[in-house]
Every structure is written in structure tokens, then in C-alpha cells.
């Protein structure tokens, strides 16, 4: 039988034996895969420089179903994404992004999420150095919607008030986004100003003219999208990326 081809991205990958790797790979047509490259490390393997953490290419896979991990036939590198190595902000937003779609994209087909992680490294890789915060944040704000976590903004998440437009906003991470004020009281909400509540809503949006954010208010946003990302998503796993790139060790304090 031959392999299935499907387009690819590297999300991680681990020394197997001697010469070997395994590979976790974000499918556009199987969903999230592990696949056995043997002979990757090999000097001469077929494999080359490819297998390289984020990059994007088109995979060719023998898969059985009584299996978790399949094996990697080939992968055709499309994209190298060099350039995500530039600076380390612009490296911690990318593989954060990369860690989401690891750990909770599904082990089926789901093309929107494997779409939007595809087109987030793109521009993650060539945005302007002074827009790779915001643009980080939007970007794991969309991957999260479309895996179907988007956050309440407009309407109560717990019983479906309307929210008023244009006051504080208090928002609860466990709850799912934002509570009316009769829902909020003994919730533990983050009350965000009107100001934050438009950055919030400009984040989340696919379409609206992207925020800009001091280091302050970037600071709180990145909290804020980590507390909703533990509550909902990572059931108490660790998440290595999303904690680098939330507390921005790199910079001096």
C-alpha cells in the first residue's frame, strides 16, 4: 500500500535509538500524528535538515490503525521558517502557538486549525519586530476559537445576559469569559477596563485593527490568555512554551 501524503508541520521531535527520530506532526488531512523517521540522523538520510522543529512541508505516512505511532516515509520541505529564529520573542509566540495545537488539536482532520497554525508562523516570521507581541496573542486567541474555545465577550457565559457595550467588562477565566455583574459577584473575576475589554475584543477578532499594547498591558493580556488556556484546556499539564513565552524570562527585570 502506498504512504498517504497530507500537508505538515513539525511540532516536536525526540531521538530514537541511534539513528532514528520520532516526529509529532500537525496534519492538515489526519489531524495530530506521531510518526517514526528512521534513519533521520543518519549523515546520509533521506530525511536531510528537514525535520526541524516548525517546519512545514508535505508528509508521507504508512499508517495502520491498531497503532499510535506510524511511520514516516518521507517529508518534502516546503518551508524551513529560518527566519522564527531571528529574535527570541518572535521564537516563544511561534512555539507557543506550535504547543496549542499540539496538545489539544484533534487526532482527526480539522483543516481550520492546521490553516490557521500554517498562516500564524507565516506572519509570525515576517512581521515587524514591534508587532510580534500582539500579534502572538491574536494568533493563540484564534487558535483557541477555532478549536471551539472562543471566550464569551458579549454575552454572559454562564446564563446568556446580554452584556453592555463599553463598561468594565469582568471576565472569569474558569467560567469561560465574560459574567454579567449578577453572575460575577464570588466568581473571581479580572475586571478589565473599557479600554482592556476593546483590546480584548480587537484580540479575539479575526478582522479588527490589532491593539497596540505597552509592556504593562501586554503583561496582562498574556496572563490573562494563560489562566483561560489552564482552565479549559490543559487539565493541569504542564506547558512549557506557553510559560516561557507568558513570563518573557529573556527580559531583564
Known amino acids: 500500500m502506498p504512504p498517504i501524503t497530507t500537508p505538515a508541520i513539525i511540532l516536536g521531535a525526540l531521538r530514537y535509538g ?10 492538515r488531512d489526519l489531524g495530530i500524528r506521531s510518526a517514526l523517521a528512521k534513519g533521520a ?13 516548525l517546519s512545514e512541508g508535505v508528509a508521507h505516512l504508512y499508517l495502520k490503525d491498531t497503532r499510535d505511532l506510524q511511520t514516516l516515509a518521507a517529508f518534502d520541505l516546503t518551508r ?5 529564529a531571528v529574535d527570541v520573542p518572535r521564537f516563544a509566540a511561534a512555539a507557543a502557538i506550535g504547543e496549542v495545537a499540539w496538545r489539544f488539536s484533534p487526532a482527526e482532520a480539522h483543516p481550520d486549525s492546521f490553516d490557521l497554525l500554517s498562516g500564524a508562523l507565516t506572519m ?20 483557541v476559537s477555532v478549536l471551539g474555545f472562543a471566550p464569551a465577550l458579549h ?3 454562564r446564563d446568556g445576559t446580554p452584556l453592555a457595550p463599553d463598561a468594565p ?15 460575577a459577584a464570588g466568581h473571581g473575576v479580572t475586571t478589565l477596563a473599557p479600554a482592556d475589554r476593546r483590546d480584548l475584543e480587537a484580540l479575539v477578532s479575526p478582522t479588527a485593527e490589532l491593539p497596540v499594547l505597552d509592556e ?14 489552564r482552565h479549559h484546556l490543559a487539565e493541569g499539564g504542564e506547558m512549557p512554551a506557553i510559560t516561557f513565552w507568558e513570563e518573557r524570562p529573556w527580559v531583564p527585570a
Open 18 to 27: 541511534d539513528t532514528s527520530k520520532i516526529v509529532r506532526l500537525a496534519t
Open 41 to 53: 540522523l543518519r549523515p546520509r538520510s533521506r530525511f536531510g535538515a528537514s525535520l526541524q522543529l
Open 80 to 84: 524551513l521558517r529560518t527566519g522564527l
Open 124 to 143: 509570525l516570521e515576517t512581521a515587524p519586530a514591534e508587532a510580534v507581541e500582539v500579534l502572538g496573542l491574536r494568533m493563540l486567541w484564534r487558535l
Open 155 to 157: 454575552r454572559c457565559a
Open 169 to 183: 467588562l469582568g471576565f472569569s477565566a474558569a467560567e469561560g469569559g465574560a459574567l454579567c455583574p449578577g453572575c
Open 216 to 229: 504593562r498591558h501586554a503583561a496582562s493580556h498574556r496572563r490573562l490568555f494563560a489562566r483561560f488556556l
